[in-house]
């Protein structure tokens, strides 16, 4: 997710990603401001591996964009990665790293170093998604071998409950009749 108020620096960063977006495929998302941005960010739920923002937006500026994105369950570990024109003193800095970012660039860019960056994102996320399709698949695994055991001791009931049926309806003998119910409420 790109998020910064100048379309000139979204196509920028678009360009710079441009070889990472061929090599994997990724899909780019734009936001013009903070307003967008979380739009997106409820829209796509999760999709979004990383955030390259801008730090001085109008309005919501960036520091500020990234305590909503934190402010989220969804989104509060979303790596996010400030980008600005500034030279960062240490106190923005600072700022930037409390309000969650993982990175703090300044421009101009080096594409590669970007792209580096993105990509470990980019591989953090589709490991974590192959883990959490893992888990599920375990999840799901232990749910079915879970109801085929309860199967398997509804049935073994039913049984035992049909054998203490046949035993009470063709016994005459009361003392028989007692031990074989004792016998199976045992094996039950």
Do not use: C, W
Request: hydrophobic residues 45%; proline residues 3%.
């Amino acid at each position: 997710l790109l998020v910064d108020d100048r379309p000139e620096n979204l196509l920028a960063l678009e360009a710079a990603l441009e070889p990472l977006i061929e090599e994997t495929g990724v899909r780019l998302l734009r936001a013009g401001g903070a307003e967008e941005a979380l739009r997106h960010l409820l829209n796509e739920d999760g999709a979004i591996a990383v955030v390259l923002l801008d730090v001085m937006m109008p309005g919501t500026d960036g520091l500020e964009t990234a305590r909503l994105i934190r402010a989220r369950r969804a989104s509060e570990h979303l790596p996010i990665i400030f980008v600005t024109a500034l030279d960062a003193d240490r106190r923005q800095a600072t700022l930037g790293y409390q309000f969650g970012a993982v990175d703090y660039l300044t421009k101009p860019l080096d594409p590669e170093v970007l792209q580096a960056k993105v990509r470990a994102f980019l591989d953090l996320n589709r490991r974590r998604g192959e883990e959490v399709l893992h888990e599920r698949r375990r999840y799901a695994d232990e749910v079915q071998a879970l109801r085929e055991a309860a199967l398997r001791d509804e049935t073994a009931l039913v049984a035992t409950i049909q054998r203490i049926g046949t035993a009470l309806a063709s016994e005459l003998d009361l003392e028989r009749v007692v031990q074989l119910v004792t016998d199976e409420a045992t094996t039950l």
